[in-house]
């Protein structure tokens, strides 16, 4: 069984462009969660999505969107680029047993300069 | 606001001695608490979720306890594969969202 996908492993934009980041989660599951990893900051949670719904959004500023598909398939764009947007930004998916448990990609690296 | 403590930030065993993690909690209406691995340069993996004060869990040399504040990650006799950073977060749930909150890890390094 296919865990989670994230596109691209590694990324190196300038400030004030933007990014799109790619999640493809595992076969079945419908939520989708994404969560930004910094040394100082730990995991933070972004925003969950369910059958294309929002349905969770963190402590973010605006310039932090996500999106999902039919297909459950889900992107998150940043825009206009901060050097402090550097990190670790990870994918979870989870499925419907009840168990609650996420399941993560190994993580699109972002490096902005 | 739901907080997350981990102790030590960082840890050095020597292989065989064993030890415990700690992960301190506030939150309003646990639903969950989550153990998870982390090697260098992957996501976390799943270990443990707990889900009541008393109860425990076991996997190989890891075991996981819970009480009403706080929980332990007790590890036995480690060897250097278990080198790694240590997640502990706890599952709020609001409707129907769910979220994560994590700590800030605690790094494990396992010597010869």
Redesign the interface.
């Known amino acids: 069984k296919a865990g989670?996908t994230q596109t691209p492993r590694y990324l190196i934009k300038t400030r004030g462009q933007q990014v799109t980041l790619s999640c493809s989660p595992i076969s079945g599951h419908r939520?989708v969660?994404w969560?930004q990893q910094t040394p100082g900051?730990?995991?933070?949670?972004l925003f969950?999505y369910?059958s294309e719904t929002q349905?969770?959004k963190?402590n973010f500023p605006g310039r932090f969107s996500g999106r999902q598909f039919s297909n459950s398939r889900s992107e998150m764009n940043v825009s206009t680029l901060e050097l402090g947007d550097s990190a670790l930004y990870?994918c979870?998916s989870?499925g419907t047993s009840g168990?609650?448990?996420?399941?993560?990609?190994?993580?699109s690296r972002l490096t902005v300069l | 606001e739901d907080q997350v403590t981990q102790s030590p930030e960082a840890l050095r065993l020597q292989e065989g001695e064993s030890s415990s993690l700690n992960c301190s909690y506030t939150v309003s209406g646990l639903?969950?608490l989550?153990w998870?691995r982390q090697d260098p340069?992957?996501?976390?993996?799943?270990l443990f979720?707990l889900y009541s004060a008393g109860e425990e869990k076991e996997k190989e040399r890891l075991k996981a306890t819970l009480t009403k504040k706080e929980s332990f990650l007790h590890i036995t006799a480690p060897k250097p594969e278990d080198s790694a950073t240590y997640?502990c977060?706890v599952?709020v749930v609001?409707g129907?969202?769910?979220?994560?909150?994590?700590?800030?890890?605690t790094r494990l390094q396992v010597t010869l």
């Open positions: 989670v939520s969660s969560y900051q730990g995991l933070q949670f969950e369910f349905r969770n963190g990870l979870a989870r168990a609650n448990v996420l399941t993560f990609g190994a993580g | 639903r969950g989550f998870y340069g992957k996501g976390p993996e799943f979720t997640l977060a599952q609001t129907t969202a769910s979220k994560l909150t994590f700590g800030t890890g």
